[in-house]
């Protein structure tokens, strides 16, 4: 099952390729910034920013006590497990 699962980003890594680091339960992985950044919340304006990550872009922002809920919930169904072991296991770490 593919979903969208919380992470806060910690680094911008390419900012010409609007790229940067996540870490999803301690899981750090690189992430495309494309579709949550504009004119009035830039790149470098992104760290520390909760979004929900799905096939290595960032689809949304999303607030701290939204993503704490996320994560409470998908721990709980037994997805969260599944999705970061599914990033641990792609090398991208």
Avoid: Y
């Amino acid at each position: 099952m593919c979903l969208g699962i919380p992470g806060q980003i910690i680094e911008i890594t390419d900012e010409a390729r609007k790229l940067a680091m996540v870490d999803v339960s301690g899981v750090h992985r690189e992430i495309n910034m494309a579709c949550v950044v504009n004119d009035d919340h830039r790149l470098n304006d992104c760290i520390g920013d909760w979004v929900l990550v799905h096939v290595g872009f960032a689809m949304s922002r999303i607030n701290e006590e939204e993503a704490a809920l996320t994560l409470k919930v998908l721990e709980e169904l037994g997805e969260a497990q599944e999705e970061i072991a599914a990033m641990r296991a792609s090398g991208q770490m």
